[in-house]
């Protein structure tokens, strides 16, 4: 009893030791680098719906707790103010829906602001400071749009764009790693997104770029003359077949293997995944739309039903535009007007493992009483308000014309 309190003890002064460390590391980091006196702008591109941080780099020792901004112009007269004035902010990013208020989809961690599932309107300039108003640090964050993105699938000789020379300015893609093949064991799939940039040397001299008079195309460094060239340029996705092994799992011992070889066999389907399944029921007819549990836009994710793999070169968003199930480029799968035929259960690969399944099962809608302010009911109302005056146009329209029609004949008679 007193040798386990005294492993207990010590594990807990190891933790203390490691937390100090790793508090120790992060003041170090600031008293290492110094906040310019004029302060700048590090220009940094997300593709809509991602997840990004964005550290405060420096503030002065005497500092504890930061409040993040967000102005959308700079010299703007609306200004957004990121924090619970503590430093943090308890969120979990599972319960974040996509459009909701930037608001709504922010934490702060260790000084750091992070972006949940970040939206076109996100973009603008983001400075970390003090309650009175001093800033240390700033980004300019460019979220690009996925909306009428380019896909390129090269196994079938597409190819990604080719950049563009004008008279004071370049466009051109910048992409980022291949993911991992999104399958193993079975034919899988790689992506490759890329964002568009911009080469220019009239660029504005406060913002920061990686390399010297290149920033992304939605950056406010762009002057205003060339931001509609670059608002042409869209974003890239590259995807492309691969083939990956499944990594090697702990084999049981033999008599667990015996027992679950029976258990194997007195099952009805002894072929289907051993991952963690959902069982959900929805009402014919209406959409639905499905995540795999952890993944960000950015993960390699792939979808099958049953046993049909649901490869993106068929059935990634925008290839035919009568597609009912189709895959984002934030690696949702949809199904729009759900049937019965699309009865299964769907599973998940993340990272090129295969992490989860949902059983869906579609029923008839149960009878409900409508209220004047559901949105079917206001549809309805509409359509109904429409077609009365298009019908009373028409009407008024016949009697008008036949009216015109007498007042000729008889003036011809006269």
Known sequence: MEVGLLGAVLLLCMADVVHSFAVEEKEDIFRRMVCPAFLMFDNAAYLADMTFELPCNCKPEEVSNVVWYFQKKMGGHETTVLTDFSGNMVLDSGHIHVGSDVLKRFTIRMFSLIIFRAQVSDSGHYMCGTKKGDFFYGYDVDVQPTKHITVAFLDIGQHVQNDYTGKAFSLFTTFWDWTKCDRCGVRGEQRRIGLCYMQSARLHPRYRTVLPNVTSCGSRAVPARLQRSGHRWKPEVAIRSCMAPCPQEDNPQEGVQAISNVIYKLGQKPWLPHVPTQFHKHPLGRDLVIACPGARPEHAVAWDKDSVRLYRSRYLVGVNKTMRVFIDHGNHLHIRRVRFSDRGTYFCWRE??????????????????????????????????????????????VHLCRCCLRVLRYSVRV
Not at 359 to 387: C, F, H, M, N, W
């Open 352 to 397: 090129g493992k295969l992490v989860a399944g949902l059983r869906l099962r579609v029923s008839y809608e149960a009878q409900r009483r409508r209220s004047l302010d559901d949105p079917e009911t206001i549809y309805i109302i509409k359509a109904i308000g429409v077609s009365y005056v298009l019908v009373g146009a028409i009407f008024i329209g």
